[in-house]
């Protein structure tokens, strides 16, 4: 019987099926931090049990730590309280924790992958909604709320429902200045915030298969902005060419039989999907959001759509951004840009940006971050100059954390003020209370900071970033 490559990873993984159809599945690899943690670590110690699997548990802090004076007592009192109980948990139960100062600490789903965790064939979770990044490895990775973070750690097993599985192909060539996020950017506004709900989505086709890594897992960080539960991508050379040599991967003969495994980890010819959609990658324009949530988004020369009976969600959320129906964002004045994230964080991120603005300097009403996914991303920019090219433009570049992508840590935007950011969200208030968030490529946040309005990268695109 022909399966898709979610089904096959499903199953093999399925310990048990309960009544009612739930199954119990195991889970090779549980990330966690300092925010949706606590709780379940309170709920072992208050039921007198430990971590069943310790050593296939990963911790960092990432959500609430400062971004700058890292090797400095962190001064804000919820942040510092968060980080030290996550350290104490982590001593208490026996986890390995990457904490601030720790050379392989940085963003949940940027550091799985650079260090050779991530795996094709993995079941992966954490207590962020954006764990779909590792999908882009061909995992079934997905988010969990706290109390299912105590029972994995408590069983290594979660009780699941399956999801139904859709496949979205994209085939074709990306015109210039067209880069993975507004692939995703591009797809969310077609299927509209809710239109993967119940879904895992595997990604296809010619123009997925030929995006390298990184820009892999943009694509699968923001499934869960459809609705989906997760997303992923099938395996092949670029993957194993990414993961191997890394500090975790496996090496020797540990590395021939993983590969010979992980080449079996495909959709099967004539394998039958839920619901499947089809694109162009000549059809998709950089991409901006002009809403207050990720669907709400147009090609950055389109403008803002406007239906003859729009909905009482539809006149808030322009509302609260200031925007009016059949307005162009052309040329829209921005206060802030904020390069970071776990959606475009990583060093093929921080090289797109620093092409583009080497030799120029920022708008002088701008505010710039440029934060790195990771410590070692950060070190990696230093040891390639990034940081210096960053500086002389204007831009603020910090320590690693997921900073101004949500109004958590110290990182905030300010009440009405505009930020074209290259996060996954543009809720009201996820960069601050008040905030109006623009989600954009790195490509066109670079350009927008530049040139102090948004703009359509594609008319100032120079040959080499063509």
Same mark, same amino acid.
Request: glycine share 10%; aromatic share 8%; proline share 5%.
């Given at each position: ?7 096959k ?17 195991? $889970?090779?690899r ?6 949706? =943690?606590?709780?379940?670590?309170a ?20 959500h ?6 890292q090797d400095q007592? !962190? ?8 980080v030290d109980?996550?350290?104490?948990? +982590? ?5 390995e ?7 392989y ?5 940027? /550091? ?10 993995m079941?992966?979770v ?5 764990? =779909?990044t ?7 990775a997905f988010? $969990?709320?706290? =109390? ?16 139904k #599985?859709?496949? !979205? ?38 123009? !997925?298969? %030929? ?5 892999r897992?943009?694509? +699968? ?11 992923? /991508? ?7 060419e990414?993961?191997?040599? #890394? ?18 980890l ?10 499947e959609?089809?694109?162009r ?23 803002i ?22 307005? =162009?964002?052309?040329?829209?004045? /921005? ?21 583009y603005?080497?030799?120029? &300097?920022?708008?002088?009403?701008? %505010? ?9 991303? #950060?070190?990696?920019?230093? &040891? ?13 570049f ?25 996060? %996954?969200?543009n ?8 905030? &109006? ?16 309005? /948004? $703009?359509?990268? &594609? ?8």
């Amino acid at each position: 019987m022909q399966k898709t490559l979610f089904d096959k990873l499903w199953d093999q993984h399925v310990v048990d099926t309960v009544e009612g159809g739930t199954d119990v599945l195991y $889970i090779d690899r549980h990330f966690i931090h300092e925010v949706t =943690s606590p709780q379940a670590f309170a709920g072992l110690r208050k039921r007198g049990i430990g971590v069943a699997r310790p050593q296939q548990t990963v911790a960092t802090a990432d959500h609430n730590v400062p971004t700058i004076n890292q090797d400095q007592p !962190i001064k804000e009192k919820l942040s510092r309280f968060q980080v030290d109980t996550l350290t104490q948990n +982590c001593e208490e139960f026996g986890l390995e924790l990457y904490g601030l100062g720790h050379p392989y600490q940085g963003i949940v789903h940027v /550091i799985g992958p650079e260090l050779g965790i991530t795996r094709p064939g993995m079941t992966i979770v954490c207590g962020d909604s954006h764990t =779909s990044t590792h999908g882009a490895f061909g995992c079934i990775a997905f988010g $969990i709320g706290t =109390s299912q973070v105590e029972q994995v750690l408590a069983t290594q097993c979660l009780l699941q429902v399956r999801p139904k #599985r859709m496949r !979205i192909t994209v085939d074709g060539t990306l015109p210039p200045g067209v880069v993975s996020k507004d692939i995703i950017l591009y797809i969310i506004s077609q299927l509209s915030a809710s239109g993967g709900t119940g879904y895992f989505v595997e990604y296809a086709g010619s123009a !997925i298969r %030929n995006l390298s890594m990184e820009a892999r897992m943009t694509i +699968c960080n923001m499934s869960i902005e459809m609705g989906a539960r997760g997303g992923l /991508i099938a395996p092949d050379a670029t993957t194993f060419e990414y993961i191997k040599g #890394r500090e975790f991967a496996p090496s020797g003969k540990n590395w021939d039989d993983a590969m010979a495994y992980w080449q079996t980890l495909y959709t099967d010819e004539g394998a039958t999907f839920d619901k499947e959609y089809v694109y162009r990658a000549e059809d998709i324009p950089p991409m901006v959001t002009y809403g207050t949530n990720p669907g709400m988004g147009i090609g950055v020369d389109q403008s803002i759509p406007a239906p003859a009976s729009p909905s009482a969600s539809f006149q808030k959320s322009l509302k609260y951004m200031g925007f009016e129906a059949g307005e =162009s964002l052309e040329g829209k004045p /921005i206060d802030y840009v904020f390069i970071g994230s776990c959606t475009n964080s990583r060093m093929e991120d921080l090289r797109l940006v620093a092409e583009y603005v080497k030799g120029r &300097r920022k708008a002088d009403h701008v %505010n710039v971050m440029v934060v790195p996914g990771s410590r070692q991303v #950060r070190d990696q920019a230093k &040891r390639e100059g990034l940081d210096v090219i960053f500086r002389e433009a204007g831009f603020d570049f910090r320590e690693a954390g997921c900073s101004a992508c949500l109004g958590m840590n110290e990182d905030k935007v300010p009440k009405g003020a505009y930020c074209v950011s290259t996060s %996954n969200r543009n809720f009201e208030g996820r960069q601050g209370p008040g905030a &109006r968030t623009i989600l954009a490529s790195p490509l066109t946040a670079a350009a927008t900071a530049i040139s102090g309005h /948004i $703009i359509d990268v &594609r008319t100032v695109l120079t040959p080499e970033l063509v």
